[in-house]
């Protein structure tokens, strides 16, 4: 009985999560979990040089942290703290430097990795 509990319940919560976050509308800066894509051009130069003008960047966001995934092999940013209500970042966190701005519907990152040669950029919408 606590084992069907508890799917239950995990399924409940799996199912709020991908209601509330699926709406193209959805300013992430508004909101505790989010998850969303967002398409347009990303790049990554440093250990490797990769370019897409038609890339993608999975955005995730659980409280005031966001992950970053892009297309096409480029290396994700993570634990990239915001605090709500905020809908970008500029300055230093968790060793990336730069500007990360996010909205319901465009997502534009430049930040470099403190200590390497490695730069993301994205310009992307949703």
């Not at 480029?74 to 909205?103: F, L, P, R």
């Not at 990152?109 to 994205?122: E, F, L, Y």
Request: glycine share 12%.
């Amino acid at each position: 009985m606590k084992s069907m509990f508890k799917f239950l319940s995990l399924g409940l919560i799996a199912m709020i999560v991908v209601f509330a976050s699926c709406s193209k509308d959805d300013n992430p800066a508004d909101n505790d979990l989010f998850a969303g894509t967002y398409k347009g051009s990303i790049s990554f130069h440093g250990d490797k040089d990769i370019s897409n003008p038609n890339g993608s960047v999975f955005v995730t966001k659980v409280g005031d942290r966001y992950d970053f995934k892009f297309s096409d092999g480029i290396d994700a940013i993570t634990n990239v703290k915001m605090e709500k209500g905020d809908q970008g970042y500029i300055g230093s966190v968790n060793g990336y430097i730069g500007t990360i701005a996010i909205n319901a519907n465009k997502l534009t990152i430049g930040v470099t990795k403190d200590g390497t040669t490695n730069t993301w950029t994205a310009n992307c919408n949703r």
